[in-house]
């Protein structure tokens, strides 16, 4: 696969945190735009590589996160939404044998691992050290999740039967069953836990 994070997505949020745009020209579900930095967090990083630039693990850091940053964008460069048709590594590597069913969008969080690390050795610096506080208490604000959207809970159908011996007459010990909706469009995993995995999908 070659569908990758969107770069105006490191700077853009979407309605997952609760700073989020009216309107969003991103392509993958919410679930797969995980890029979201922000500005103030870029120039945070910014911040500790002038500062550090001199030292090995700054280096070693700037070099990981640009990594991960480029394999995370996936094959083909995208930017609000739009594909440019521009190829990324990601479409040769894609074609190795362990990365072949790797989803790129999800080298996000080596990014963030990275961005971590810059963050804390910036932060433990003793120059200035209230004043860098403050500002990443901003940060953290501005990454505080969309609690007012329903994103984060959902409905569970829960039939009675399923939980009940009644099941047996219906359905007998070991089948395979089909249950509609299938898969991840409804609740049939979650069914076969409350039957105590009686029968089979």
Not at 44 to 54: C, D, Q, S, T
Not at 91 to 115: C, G, I, K, Q, T
Request: hydrophobic content about 55%; charged content about 15%.
């Amino acid at each position: 696969m070659n569908a990758g994070a969107d770069l105006l997505n490191f700077v853009s949020p979407t309605l997952v945190t609760w700073v989020h745009p009216v309107s969003t020209k991103f392509r993958d579900n919410l679930t797969e735009l995980l890029a979201y930095m922000g500005p103030l967090l870029l120039l945070v990083l910014i911040a500790f590589f002038v500062e550090f630039r001199r030292r090995r693990v700054a280096r070693l850091l700037a070099v990981f996160l640009v990594g991960t940053t480029i394999l995370s964008l996936g094959g083909i460069f995208t930017v609000g939404g739009e594909r440019t048709g521009i190829g990324l590594p990601w479409s040769v590597l894609a074609e190795l044998p362990f990365l072949a069913h790797a989803l790129p969008v999800r080298f996000v969080v080596y990014v963030w691992l990275a961005a971590a690390i810059c963050v804390a050795l910036w932060l433990d610096r003793s120059n200035a050290r209230p004043a860098r506080w403050l500002v990443m208490v901003l940060v953290a604000v501005s990454l505080v999740p969309n609690l007012d959207e329903g994103l984060w809970g959902t409905r569970v159908d829960e039939p009675a039967l399923l939980s009940s011996p009644a099941l047996a007459r219906y359905i007998p010990r070991g089948s395979t069953v089909l249950a509609l909706p299938f898969g991840s469009e409804g609740d049939s995993m979650y069914w076969q836990v409350q039957a105590h995995f009686e029968f089979r999908l």
